[in-house]
């Protein structure tokens, strides 16, 4: 299928470009390599840097630097894949629509959320979604906060969902809930018994820590620090669902959000008791969309609806 755009110059004619180019060039000039572009997209380097070559010769100027490292975009290429980012991103609201038509209830959704939430509460929302809705793919990328920021900002997701997202002029904050941070453990876990935790009650139990690469970390690490303590973990981790599956099998204490272990808290299966000290433990969930952009996928918009209604659910819950 070919995406008709106009790009007028003087020595340049009306060309048709087409989805596949249009994704190469959207692929290399995000990861800055043909090498991973072409990992990413399934396809041989040598394809991808062939039909760059050709585009290059026809528009008579050069749209990447070759560097020892990567490829980098020239002026010539900034403006062009601004041009390509916009095409891309009517072509796939334009086919969301068609698909809406052809099939009631249809259509594709684009979600930008964090590894954690992923592997747990947005996990288990598609799924229930898509029983209800078979029709509809959604597809799901694990970001860091800047690039759930980004991906949503380009157009690239639909939906943003993640933990201390900073408010930025594109944003349209759907939804914001307060999840503190806190000691997850089992319901006869001694710090279950607590209505909060300070640092000085986990002394003696063995305690499980996001990485170094999660935001989580550093604030346990300083609530620690207030207190004149400095912890050694008897685990380290950047997956939320092994850091449960710790606390429930072995009586550790992992420090999460309540939303973290929602389902858990639901079930009866972990307890979340709040840090003492508010400030330290201050955790938000925010739910975006674009905001100069209305929203017109109707799977998304259905999607969104779903979220919201299980997060409010789950937000008076475990309270």
């Known amino acids: 299928m070919a995406i008709v755009s106009g790009m007028h110059c003087p020595t340049w004619r009306t060309r048709m470009l087409h989805s596949r180019l249009l994704r190469y060039l959207d692929e290399v000039a995000r990861a800055g390599s043909i090498r991973k572009a ?23 100027v050069e749209l990447f630097q070759r560097l020892p490292r990567g490829m980098r975009l020239t002026s010539a290429g900034e403006i062009l894949i601004e041009h390509v980012r916009q095409t891309l991103k009517a072509y796939r609201a334009t086919a969301s629509r068609i698909d809406d038509l052809k099939n009631l209830g249809g259509g594709e959704v684009n979600i930008a959320t964090m590894n954690g939430l ?8 598609v799924s229930d979604y898509c029983e209800h809705y078979p029709r509809v793919r959604v597809n799901c990328s694990t970001l860091f906060i800047n690039d759930i920021v980004e991906a949503v900002g380009e157009g690239a997701a639909d939906i943003g969902l993640g933990y201390n997202l900073p408010k930025v002029p594109h944003l349209n904050e759907l939804a914001r809930y307060e999840a503190p941070l806190g000691a997850a453990v089992t319901p006869d876990h001694p710090l279950a018994r607590r209505a909060v935790v300070r640092p000085s009650d986990c ?12 935001v989580m970390h550093h604030r346990v690490r300083e609530w620690f620090l207030e207190a004149g303590l400095d912890i050694q973990p008897r ?20 420090f999460l959000g309540r939303f973290d272990i929602a389902e858990e808290l639901e079930r ?3 307890v979340h008791r709040p840090f003492a000290d508010d400030k ?11 905001r100069r952009q ?4 109707t799977a998304a918009v259905g999607l969104i609806e779903v979220i919201k209604e299980r997060l409010d659910h789950l937000d008076a819950l475990t309270r």
Do not use: C, D
């Not at 992923?118 to 929302?125: P, Y």
């Not at 380290?236 to 992992?254: C, D, G, P, T, Y």
């Not at 330290?280 to 674009?290: I, M, P, Q």
């Open 203 to 214: 002394l003696g139990h063995p305690l499980i820590l996001a990485r170094e690469t999660m």
């Open 280 to 290: 330290l433990g201050r955790n938000t969930l925010a739910l975006v969309t674009h």
């Open 268 to 270: 009866g299966t972990l």
């Open 294 to 297: 209305a929203l017109t996928n």
């Open 118 to 125: 992923a592997g747990g509460l947005v996990g288990r929302l």
């Open 235 to 254: 685990h380290l981790s950047n997956s939320i669902e092994f850091m449960k599956q710790l606390a429930l099998s072995s009586r550790m204490v992992a």
């Open 38 to 60: 072409s990992e990413r997209l399934n396809v041989s380097p040598t394809a991808v840097n062939r039909r760059i070559l050709l585009l290059e010769e026809e528009l008579g």
